[in-house]
C-alpha cells in the first residue's frame, strides 16, 4: 500500500493528464480493502485463540481445585502439594499465553524480515579493492576491447574500443538503446565489465580506489536529480569545503547566477520534491553547477534529449562550452553543435562501434552512418 500511494504520489500528474483518478483510486481501494481484510484475520484468530488459552487454564485450574479438595479431605494429597500446584500450573500456561500474544507481533515480524533480508542478500555490487588513489587525472581514457552485459550473456556492448586524449572532447551518438548511457555508467564504474579493459591514464579502473576515481570525475545525468533543499545545498551537496564565492563563481561560468538571484531567497531558494518547482532548463543549469565546482578531471555529460527553447538552447550551449574547456570530456550529445565542437565522434550501433573519426572525417566516408544521421536530421535544421 505503501509503494502504491508512493509512485501515484510521485506520478500524480501523469494520472491526472490522463484522467485516471477513478481508475487509480479505485485500485487505491481494493489495496486497502485487502489490507483492512488481513488486519481484520489477524484480529480474528487473536480473538479466538487468546479465550480458548484462557479457557483452559482457567478450567484446568477449577479441576485441580475440586479433586484436589477432596484428595485433601481424604487424606491422600496433603495442603502444601494442593497450594504447590495451581502454581506450577501456572508456571506452564504462562508461556503459552505469551506465545498467543506474541504470535502476532511474530507473524509481522517474519514479513518485515523476509524484505530486510532481501536487501541484504544482495551481492551484486561494485567491490572496491583497487588501492591507487590519484590526486589527480591526466584525463587519458582508454577503452580497450571492453565487453559487458547487465545480465549474463546478453551484451550490451560488444567489443567496443576506442581512445580520448587528455583534454580532448568525445560525442557519443547512436539511436536509443545503443549502449551509450552504459558506457558512461561502466567509467563511474557503477558495474563492473565482463571482458577488457577500461583505462584511465593508462590504469586499470579497476586498481583505482573507487571513492578517490569518482572525485576526480563528474556525471551530469540525463535527467537531473534534485534533492530537497536549498539551492545552495544542492551545489555543493553539503561538502563544506566549497565556498559561497566559488559556488557563485561558477554559476557566473555557467551563466546561471541571474535566474538563480532572481529566485526568492536567491542561493537559499528552497527546492521543493525534486525540484518541481524549476524549470528543466534551470534544473540543468544547476546539475553544470554542482559538476563545475568540483572541478573534475574528466566531466561526462549525458545531454537531455528534451527539446528546448532557442534562448535557453544558447544558455546551455555556453554553459556546456564552459564545462568541457581544459578538460576531458565525454557528452552523449543530441545537438549538432556539441557534436561538431567534439574532437571526436563516436557513433555507436546496438553496443558495437560502428564509426569513429573526427565531424569532417566521418562526413568523408561514402555511405557512412554519421554522414547519414547529418543530412536527415541536421542539415534540414541547419537550412530551415
Ligand atoms: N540496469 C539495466 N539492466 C538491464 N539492462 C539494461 C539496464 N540499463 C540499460 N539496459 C539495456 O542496455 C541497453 C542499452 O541501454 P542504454 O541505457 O545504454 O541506452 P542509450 O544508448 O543510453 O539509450 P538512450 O539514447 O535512450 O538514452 C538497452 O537495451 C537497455 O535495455
Ligand atoms: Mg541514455
Do not use: C
Amino acid at each position: 500500500m505503501n509503494a502504491f500511494l508512493q509512485e501515484r504520489i510521485t506520478g500524480m500528474r501523469t494520472v491526472q493528464i490522463f484522467n485516471a483518478e477513478k481508475q487509480e483510486a479505485e485500485k487505491f481501494r481494493a489495496i486497502n480493502r485487502e489490507y483492512t481484510q488481513a488486519n481484520l484475520d489477524s484480529i480474528l484468530y487473536y480473538a479466538v485463540f487468546f479465550p480458548v488459552v484462557e479457557i483452559i487454564s482457567a478450567a484446568a485450574l477449577g479441576l485441580m481445585v475440586w479433586y484436589g479438595a477432596k484428595g485433601v479431605i481424604g487424606g491422600e494429597v496433603t495442603l502444601g502439594a494442593l497450594i504447590a500446584f495451581p502454581i506450577y500450573i501456572n508456571m506452564l500456561f504462562r508461556p503459552i499465553r505469551m506465545l498467543a500474544d506474541k504470535f502476532n507481533t511474530l507473524q509481522m515480524g517474519l514479513v518485515a524480515s523476509e524484505r530486510v533480508f532481501a536487501v541484504l542478500d544482495q551481492t551484486d555490487r561494485v567491490e572496491n579493492q583497487g588501492n591507487v588513489k590519484p590526486e589527480r587525472f591526466q584525463g587519458e581514457v582508454e577503452f580497450d576491447h571492453v565487453w559487458f552485459a547487465y545480465n549474463d550473456e546478453d551484451f550490451v556492448l560488444k567489443d567496443v574500443s576506442f581512445r580520448i586524449n587528455p583534454g580532448e572532447t568525445l560525442a557519443i551518438v547512436g539511436s536509443t538503446g545503443s549502449g551509450k548511457t552504459t558506457i558512461i555508467n561502466l567509467l563511474n564504474r557503477f558495474y563492473d565489465i565482463q571482458k577488457g579493459h577500461i583505462k584511465i591514464d593508462g590504469t586499470d579502473i579497476r586498481e583505482f580506489d573507487l571513492y578517490a576515481m569518482r572525485r576526480r570525475v563528474a556525471l551530469v545525468l540525463q535527467d537531473v536529480f534534485l534533492f530537497s533543499g536549498t539551492v545552495f545545498e544542492n551545489i555543493t551537496l553539503r561538502d563544506s569545503d566549497i565556498s559561497r564565492e566559488q559556488v557563485i563563481e561558477a554559476a557566473k561560468m555557467i551563466g546561471a547566477h541571474e535566474f538563480i538571484q532572481k529566485l526568492p531567497g536567491g542561493y537559499d531558494y528552497k527546492v521543493m520534491e525534486r525540484g518541481a518547482t524549476l524549470s528543466m532548463g534551470q534544473r540543468q543549469l544547476i546539475s553544470f553547477i554542482r559538476a563545475l565546482v568540483f572541478n573534475p578531471d574528466i566531466l561526462i555529460l549525458d545531454e537531455a534529449t528534451s527539446s528546448i527553447d532557442p534562448e535557453t538552447e544558447s544558455v546551455i550551449q555556453f554553459a556546456i562550452e564552459t564545462l568541457i574547456a581544459k578538460r576531458t570530456s565525454i557528452i552523449i550529445a543530441h545537438r549538432l553543435s556539441t557534436i561538431r565542437h567534439a574532437n571526436n565522434i563516436l557513433v555507436l550501433q546496438k553496443g558495437a562501434v560502428l564509426e569513429f573519426g573526427s565531424h569532417e572525417s566521418l562526413l568523408k566516408i561514402d555511405d557512412g552512418h554519421y554522414k547519414q544521421l547529418y543530412e536527415m536530421q541536421f542539415l534540414q535544421l541547419e537550412e530551415a
